[in-house]
């Protein structure tokens, strides 16, 4: 009889769960004050008119109003709050 298992499945299993990362309102969508607009690692979009940084690279909004996505680089964008 053999020793080992054939497909080793009780040695896996171990994985981390998702990180919920990403844009949570997208552009001329309407936010309200405090709403989360991006989760992120690093500075991939930055914080513009009315939009707050939290310590974790969280983009927020400060005021409420409708949110604008704009392009400075290839890989890197300015998120703004353009309230009406």
């Not at 309200?32 to 991939?44: A, E, L, Y």
Request: charged content about 25%; proline content about 1%.
């Amino acid at each position: 009889m053999a020793h080992k298992k054939g497909s080793g499945s009780s040695r896996n299993g171990r994985d981390s769960e998702g990180r919920r990362l990403g844009i949570k309102i997208y552009g001329n969508q309407f936010a309200k004050s405090g709403n989360i607009i991006v989760r992120q690692r690093g500075t991939k979009h930055y914080p513009g008119i009315n939009v707050g940084m939290g310590k974790d690279h969280t983009l927020y909004a400060i005021k409420t109003g409708f949110v604008l996505f704009k392009k400075i680089k290839k890989n890197k964008s300015v998120v703004s709050i353009i309230s009406k």
